[in-house]
Structure formats: structure tokens, C-alpha cells
């Protein structure tokens, strides 16, 4: 080993610890308050308003329970939301948005792939400025003829305004996986007789399964952590979890320990799927524009 | 030859690829209409308390450019996304030069790091709030230091709290974007400085930051676009008092407290100008730095 990559190594080797210092700080930094909230919806109200908090304290599922309808209980008292309706209406609008952006986008991003068409750039360009676009300015008209049309506090009329999340990212994501798929293999089996429609059900899409099914799970996430849709466009019945959360603050005090039970479940179900996501993460965030 | 594929693969009519894509066209539409005719509502006096609905041609956009409310709010939301950018891109890169060391379990960081992101901003809002709160964790610290407690999210630098669940929540969006970016860079001009004897600061300034330009751009494009249109993070903490009334907050309140759509609209019209303009000048610097990182020459379109 030369002298020069000697010091290099050692120079190295004595920043390690400053290294592991700085990783474990911002570990801490974005650790905290994920454990501090989870740990608070198992403390009991007096815990949590004392004014000398313990690390130490007695585990109690009293804020899950007030939270979770029980069932001898019959309706709920009236004035506060059903949170485990609003989890449920999360789950149904998410995998409805989900499932229509998948059956149409997926089809369409092979088109704008693999086809040569006019005006195929400018459609390409439209999905993508929807990512853009601040969403009150859609949300106004959108809520003005919903209204009207009688979508207003629907299911239906929220997955398809959340298209608007959606969409985009099927869209663009897939396109570049069914890019990176090698011609060689569909033009085989174009030469077999194959059928365009053919080529695609079963060459393409069997080969890009593993890059669909994350674009998948990485707008489910998206679609389940958006707020300001369901906070317009929804009411009491269609309320989606993250406006529930909310609730938990009236306006003579905040109910800490429920919020923080409702903000745990809430943030299962992407923290829960963001473990399979990892290696396709940068692609879905950046829209394709980075391939990592 | 034309190649087989990609130009023109033989498909059984020249109307087929529009097929395909018109459902989600039509979706894309269903959204289109609604925009346009959010621009038609902002030239009128569109307000849900009245019956009627007259022309007013640019009166909405006048009465803002007069209106003091209108400058602070605007104000309020170029500075927010100056600070987004300005702290969360440098951070971000920080975080992902250490992500990018060979270390044993640097990919359990990697994971531990990206967390924040995968949650819903409004909740990442509440834990903060729980945090931050007038008798929460954060102040019970201080003044065990003997220090006063601090009205976080009630004073006239809210925002800088409202940044601080921001940097916590999207500054891993960086770095995510740098560290790909980090990795997709060739090895052999950093070992041949590593060679020369290269002091590691004008690696970093000479190589590393000009090869990561592309990145670099494309991280802030993102955040600046949604720091522009901040509004989760507000409503769950301040609902735009102390300081913290960004234009979609306005445009929320003007709508849906005061129903006067039309003005509403013209705050949506102008942000969204915003957006479009500096996504604009941002695209077109990403890929004037995409062709001079492949090593063809800027002027080249």
C-alpha cells in the first residue's frame, strides 16, 4: 500500500467514530417522536399531564380502548368521530383510488412506453403536471361539482379525485420500467404472431411484475397519507384517518393520549409497507427522473 | 430499417394506442375541467352565500395586488420555500455523504433515516404539536435547564416550528434523491484524486458537488413545488395564525369560511403561476446539467 492511501485510511478510520456519532444523532433526531407518541398512547391521562413524566410507567390500552368502538356498547356518543370507521374509510378509498389507477395507468404507461403516436410526449407531460398542481385550486371546482352531482361525501367521488395522487405516479413509474425491459424479448414474440395486446399481457407485464407491485405499494402510501381531500370533499361517513386525527382537539382541550393513539394507527400501515419498498424508493419519489 | 417496436410496432389500428390511453384521459380530464373552470371562476364574483354569479373580469386579481393580506401571504410562502430549500437540500446531502460511507449496517441507517417520509404530513404535525405543546416533552426540558417555556407553535416564529416538522418529515426526500445520485457516480475520478492526493474538501467542491448537479436540482425542484403549496402542516398546527398564513391556507379560508370562491381562485391562479414558473426555470436547469453530465455540450437542444 502506498503512503499517500495509508494516511488516507488512517484519516478515515479517525473520522469513523465522528461518523457513527453523526448517524446515530440524526437516527435519534428521526426516531423520537415516533417513540415518544407511541409511548404516550399507552400512558394513562394522569401520566401524560404529569408534570414529571417517567420513562418508567404503568402500560394501559385505556386510550386505544376509548378510540376503538367496543361492541356491547352499541352506537357511539355522538359528537366525536368513530375512528375505526375513518381507518376503514381510508382503507376503501386508498385501494379504490389504487385499483383504478392501476387498471387504467399500467395499460397506458405500456402505450406511451413502447408506442410511437402523436402527441404522445404532450399526453406523457399532463399526467405529470398533475404533481404539480396545488390542490385547492382543483379541490374548489371540484367540491362546487360534487355538489352538484351528488359525489359530495362519497367514496366514489373521493377515488376519483384522488386520481389526481395517483395517476401520475402509475403513470410515470411504470412507463420507465416497461422502458427498461430489453425490445429483444417482445419483438420474439412478435414474430410468433403474438398481438400487441398479446405481447403486453403476457410478455411485458409478467416482467415489470416486481416494478409494478412497488409503484403499487408506494401509492397506497401516498394515497393513505393525503389530508386535504377528504377534509373537503368528505363529512362525517366518508372522513378518511388523517382527518380523524384531527378531531382529537376541540377547542377547551386536546384529548393527548387518543391523538396519539390514533396518530400509531395511522402510521402502521406505510411505516408497515415502506419495509418493501426500499431499493424502489427514489424512482417512485422522483417520478422515474432517477433510476436508482 | 424502422425498428420493429417503440416507432410504430404493427397494432391493429392507428387508433388503438389512443384507446388505451383515453380512460385514463378521461380521468385526466375529469381533473382538467375542474382547473379550467377554477380559472373561469377567479374572473368572477363567485360566492356561495349569493345566488348569482357575475362576470368581473380581473377585479379578483386587483383587489389581492392592493390588498396588504395578499403581498404577507405571498411573502409568507416564497420565504417558507427559500427555507425548505435552503435547509433541507444541504442537510439532506450531509445525510446521504454519510449514508453513502462503507459501513456495517449503514443500510439499517438508510432505513431508520427514510422513516419520517412514509407517514401522513397532517400526523407528523400532531406528533410535533404533542411534542412542542405549551406542557410537552420539549419545554418540560427547558425548564428543567431553567429555561421559560416556549409557545412553540403561538408566537410570531411559528413558522420556523412549521419548518422544523417540514426538515424532519421531507429532508429524508433528499436524501434519498442524493444518495442514489451519490451512487450512480463513476469511481474512477475519485480514486484517481484519492491518488494525487487530493485534500477531500476540493474533491468534494470540484468533483463531487459538479457530477451531483443533476440531483442537486431535481431535490430542490421537489421541495420548493411542495413548499409552495404547504397546507397539511399549518392546518394541523397553527390553522395559519401567528405569522403562518400561506396562500393555500388563504385560499382554504377565503373558500370554505368566507364561500368567496372567486377569490379564492385568484389566490389559487397566482400560486399556481408560481409553481409553474420556478418548475419551469427548474426543469430546464435539470436538464441543461442531465446533458453536460453526458458530456455533450449546453447549447445543444
Known sequence: MNPKRKRFHRLFSGRKAGVLLGLCGYALFA?????????????SHRDIVSPTPEILFRPTLENYRAILPRSQEGPHETGRMDFLQCFRNSLRI??????????????????????????KEDIAFLFLSFRFAPEIAVIIPVYLLFKELGLYNT????????????LPLVVWIARGYFEEISKEVEQAAQLDGYSWWGIFTRVALPLVKPGIASTAVLTFIFAWNNFVFGLILGARETFPGTVATLGFISYESVLWGQMAAATVITILPPL????????????????????? | MRPLLSLGMRTESRWLPYLIVLPALLLTAGILYPFALAGYYSLTDYNLLSPVRNFIGLRNYLDLLRSGEFWRSLGLTLLYAALVVAVEVP?????????????????????????????PPVVA??????ILAENGILNLLLSRAGWDPVPWLANAFS??????????????????????????????????????GASAWFTFTQLTLPMLKPFLILATLFRAIDS?????????????????????????YESFRWYRMGRALAYMMILWLVVYLSSRLLVRSWSRSMRIAAGKPAGEA
Request: charged residues 10%; proline residues 4%; aromatic residues 12%.
Open chain 2, 91 to 119: 442537510l439532506g446531502l450531509g445525510l446521504a455523504l454519510l449514508l453513502h460511507l462503507e459501513i456495517r449496517s449503514i443500510r439499517f441507517f438508510r432505513f431508520l433515516f427514510i422513516l419520517p417520509l412514509m407517514m
Open chain 2, 159 to 196: 413558522l420556523l416550528s412549521i419548518l422544523l416538522i417540514d426538515v424532519w418529515l421531507f429532508t429524508p426526500f433528499c436524501t434519498v434523491i442524493l444518495l442514489a445520485g451519490l451512487q450512480s457516480l463513476p469511481k474512477e475520478p475519485f480514486e484517481s484524486c484519492q491518488v494525487d
Open chain 1, 272 to 292: 408497515a409497507l415502506s419495509i418493501f419498498i426500499q431499493k424502489h424508493l427514489v424512482r417512485g419519489l422522483t417520478l422515474g427522473a432517477v433510476r436508482g
Open chain 1, 31 to 43: 426516531l423520537f417522536p415516533i417513540l415518544w407518541v407511541g409511548m404516550m398512547s399507552f400512558k
Open chain 1, 155 to 166: 367514496y366514489l367521488g373521493l377515488i376519483l379525485v384522488y386520481q389526481l395522487i395517483t
Open chain 2, 125 to 130: 404535525a400532531l406528533m410535533w404539536k404533542i
Open chain 2, 228 to 252: 409552495l403549496k404547504m397546507f397539511d402542516l399549518v392546518y394541523a398546527t397553527t390553522k395559519g395564525a401567528h405569522s403562518t398564513m400561506l396562500l393555500q391556507l388563504n385560499a382554504y
Open chain 1, 94 to 119: 386508498t385501494l379504490g383510488a389504487l385499483a383504478l389507477s392501476l387498471a387504467v395507468g399500467v395499460p397506458a404507461a405500456y402505450v406511451l412506453a413502447r408506442l410511437s403516436f402523436r402527441g
